[in-house]
């Protein structure tokens, strides 16, 4: 069972949630399964996003992505869940969120994505930022870590490993991120819940 209220909780005291093991292990396996066998021509460089990416991307990062549909049911499951936080987030923490937004990223062996953030307050209206990690039997020589700074500062804050089933959850606008270079193949999915209100 997944616990909105300490994820509400949470996310008020600190601005950021990691959760292990946040869906049951089937669907995990289903969304890995299904992003792992895709043809590589599937996916786009991760410069050329869509019109409301608005995070400049060019040069700093190196993955590819694809977006989420909704077709398959491991994805609906997903979006589903997503779709419960949603509304959990607005219940609680009156948000206003009224979509979400995801895409698959595949890191192949070498990428990387430098230190960013995923909204800037006044240019986007993207609030609330998850990132769910598909990579079974991770280990600390492979890289790829998530690493979480402190707003305008080096302080590290968090070090995650891309490992099978951990979501994490943050606000946007406050938390600099990076992902280190990885070396083996690497897949998440980051998704984005969106505001309509007017900056
Ligand atoms: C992003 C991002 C982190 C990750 O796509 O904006 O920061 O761990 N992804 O995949
Ligand atoms: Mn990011």
Same mark, same amino acid.
């Given at each position: 069972m997944i616990d909105y209220e300490n994820i509400t909780d949470t996310l008020t005291k600190d601005g950021i949630i990691i959760l292990p093991n946040f869906l049951d292990a089937k669907t995990t396996e289903s969304l890995y399964q299904y992003v792992s066998t895709l043809?590589?021509? +599937?996916f786009d460089s991760a410069? &050329? /996003?869509?019109?409301?990416?608005? +995070? &400049?991307?060019h040069e700093i990062r190196n993955d590819v992505l694809l977006w989420l549909d909704g077709k398959e049911p491991c994805e609906q499951a997903y979006l589903a869940a997503m779709d419960e936080l949603r509304s959990q987030l607005n219940e609680?923490?009156?948000?206003?969120l009224f979509d979400y937004e995801a895409h698959y990223s595949h890191y192949k062996k070498d990428s990387y994505y430098q230190r960013h953030v995923d909204a800037f307050e006044g240019r986007s209206n993207r609030v609330v930022t998850t990132v769910f990690y598909l990579n079974?039997?991770? @280990?600390?020589?492979d890289g790829g870590e998530l690493v979480i700074y402190q707003n305008n500062s080096n302080e590290m804050l968090h070090r995650i @490993?891309?490992?099978? /089933?951990t979501l994490v959850i943050f606000l946007s606008e406050n938390f600099p991120h990076e992902v280190l270079i990885t070396h083996r193949d690497r897949y998440s999915i980051a998704g984005w819940f969106r505001t309509d209100r007017p900056f």
């Open positions: 043809p590589a021509d +599937q410069g &050329i /996003g869509r019109d409301n990416n608005f +995070q &400049i991307n609680k923490l009156f948000l206003g079974n039997d991770w @280990s600390n020589d @490993s891309p490992t099978f /089933g």
